[in-house]
């Protein structure tokens, strides 16, 4: 199993990236994906979340009409993105990506069985 993350980097307030994440190794199109993030010091927190046919979207208050989550159900890699507008230096953090097989929970930590290694965005002011 493998869920591998990228597309982080350093960019200025107002800008934009888009985060990619693979997951291979288990049926994760039935997966609903998820992305956390964990800014220095502090917990790792929600971002956003899509159900495994990508009908039903979440996502965190701090990051609702910025970011823009969505995925491509591959035959052996599902494919999940994030595209992240708007940026400010409050996004600075870790990005890692997750996917969870319960409906249930789908904006809590807990609820994911599997994590990426995790890709640093920084957000310069």
């Known amino acids: 199993v493998q869920l591998q993350a990228s597309g982080g980097g350093l960019v200025q307030a107002g800008g934009s990236l888009r985060l990619s994440c693979a997951a291979s190794?288990?049926?994760?199109?039935?997966?609903?994906m998820g992305w956390f993030r964990q800014a220095p010091g502090k917990e790792r927190e929600f971002v956003a979340t899509i159900s495994s046919t990508g009908s039903s979207l979440l996502y965190a208050d701090s990051v609702k009409g910025r970011f823009t989550i969505s995925r491509d159900n591959g035959k052996n890699t599902v494919q999940v993105y994030l595209l992240m507008n708007s940026l400010k230096p409050e996004d600075t953090a870790v990005y890692y990506c997750?996917?969870?097989?319960?409906?249930?929970?789908?904006?809590?930590?807990?609820?994911?069985?599997?994590w990426g290694q995790g890709t640093q965005v920084t957000v310069s002011s």
């Open positions: 997750a996917a969870r097989s319960s409906w249930y929970g789908k904006d809590m930590e807990g609820s994911y069985e599997y």
């Open positions: 190794g288990r049926t994760f199109g039935n997966y609903g």
